[in-house]
């Protein structure tokens, strides 16, 4: 057990991620128990090991985080006389005042898109947390989609040749 306190402090003197941390601190957790029931360990080592507490995750944010002026400038970016404009600025939308990832967007149909509690909402099956995810649109963003694909895409995916697939 003081080995894998050691451990524990050689990965966070590496300055680590919580999050790796934890991965692997779990993957020794789950050895320990598999070699308890196999009778390799005994029971009293296993619970030792079971007492090492993970690192605490702080919610450091990290990537590049845009500013409410730059997303804004984002968002106005497209132009809006245009069809592939508008479509971009709903994809932008999206992004921005829903929180959501490319792949996300990308694959929205009109089904995702519900009304809740008098605001709009789209609902998204979480395979991860076994629910539904609810990204609610901020207040005065009503969606108003005039722009979709045949097969009930909100938004479709194009490749980087601008030309859809």
């Not at 050691?6 to 590496?14: D, N, T, V």
């Not at 993970?54 to 730059?70: C, D, F, H, P, S």
Request: contains cysteine.
């Amino acid at each position: 057990m003081g080995c894998l306190f050691a451990s524990r402090a050689h990965l966070e003197s590496r300055q680590l991620a919580p999050g790796t941390i934890n991965l692997r601190l779990g993957a020794v957790r789950r050895l320990a128990y598999e070699a308890a029931d196999c009778g390799l360990l005994s029971a009293d080592l296993a619970a030792g090991v079971r007492r090492v507490k993970g690192v605490k995750k702080l919610g450091i944010r990290l990537g590049n985080w845009l500013t409410a002026e730059q997303g804004h400038a984002l968002w106005q970016a497209p132009d809006r006389q245009r069809l592939k404009g508008k479509r971009d600025r709903a994809l932008l939308a999206l992004l921005l005042a829903c929180g959501l990832r490319r792949h996300e967007a990308v694959a929205l149909t009109l089904d995702h898109l519900q009304q809740r509690e008098e605001r709009w909402a789209l609902l998204i099956w979480s395979a991860k947390e076994t629910t539904f995810e609810r990204f609610r649109f901020p207040i005065g963003c009503e969606p108003n989609w005039t722009i979709g694909s045949p097969q009930g895409q909100l938004i479709e995916e194009s490749c980087s040749a601008g030309s859809t697939k």
